[in-house]
Every structure is written in C-alpha cells, then in structure tokens.
C-alpha cells in the first residue's frame, strides 16, 4: 500500500445535514484501499447507529469510540467529557500509526468552548506529518478554518424535521 506523503486536514462544517455522513464516506473509501483508520465522536453517546453497527460487524479493528453525553441540552459534565476526549485525540495526532483520524463533532466542542481553540489548532498543525485528520461539526471556528486543507461548508436547503419527521434509523442514524 503506497502512503500519502502528507497528511492533509479535512473540515466539514455548516448546519446542514451530512458533516459526519461525508467524513465516513472517506472512511470507507480509505478503507478499501486498507488504510488504518480511527474514529471519535465528541459529544456522541452511545446510542446505537448505523454507522457504530456496521464499523463493530465488518471492520472491528477499528477504535471507534464516543467521548461525550449525547445531546448538550441533556444535563452533564458535557466539557469535562470533551476535555477527557480531546486528550485522547490529542495522543493520537502523535502516536496513532495509521492514516486517518476522524474528530467528529469537534467543531461543536470548540464552538461551545468545551474545549481551547488555539491548543487544538497548534496540535493540528503539529500532527504527525503523514496522518490525515477530519474534523466535523457545525460552527467551526475561523481558526481551524484558516487552517485546514479543504473545508466543506455544508448547508441546509431543507430538512424532514421542518415538516415534523424525526430522525429516522437507517437514514440519519
């Protein structure tokens, strides 16, 4: 399997529908070329998905992990799980040995201050060189912005939930 020569960070964000869809598109498709890959979900529980249920069956070398609470509207100590995530994620910029890094729903810990802008962009710019990093979320700030390869601004057209349908299995989870 031929590396990448340099690790690029991607950034899908905007209030659309299809931040995380689209990061784990990548995946899939890094997969099939048998890279290494590690997802973790800031500020996602451990409700049942689509996603963890296909990841645990088919691909269980992978980590995926949830580091939050769920839902902020949800009472808890919904920083200190994005505090306790980030460290995670932080140690892996360095010494995860595979391809990929999925941050998902970064941007959201960083846009509620969960977690300290600057320290998250310089350990961004200072990962491991050949690793590549997508960050997901809404709002993400101008500082990560600025410094991402590519960034996707995904936004909302329309929406089911406007009409009252709620998040359907299969579809959004």
């Known amino acids: ?65 949830d580091l939050g609470l769920g839902f902020t509207i949800k009472p808890g100590d919904h920083k200190g799980f994005a505090l306790a995530g980030w460290k995670k994620a932080a140690e892996m910029l360095n010494s995860f040995d595979g391809d990929l890094l999925v941050l998902d729903e970064i941007n959201v810990a960083l846009s509620l201050n969960f977690l300290a802008v600057n320290e998250v962009c310089k350990a961004l710019l200072n990962r491991r060189k050949t690793l590549n990093v997508i960050v997901t979320g809404r709002d993400s700030p101008a500082e990560l912005l600025e410094i991402s390869d590519l960034v996707s601004d995904i936004q909302e057209v329309k929406h089911p939930y406007q009409k009252g349908i709620l998040a359907r299995k299969g579809m959004e989870y």
Do not use: C, S
């Open 1 to 65: 399997m031929a590396k990448l020569e340099q690790g690029m960070l991607y950034n899908y964000t905007g209030n659309g529908k299809g931040k995380t869809t689209g990061a784990l598109g990548t995946v899939l498709r890094a997969l099939g070329y048998h890279w290494k890959v590690a997802i973790l979900q800031f500020l996602k529980d451990d409700r049942v998905t689509g996603e963890k249920l296909f990841f645990r069956e088919y691909f269980p070398e992978i980590l995926f992990e």
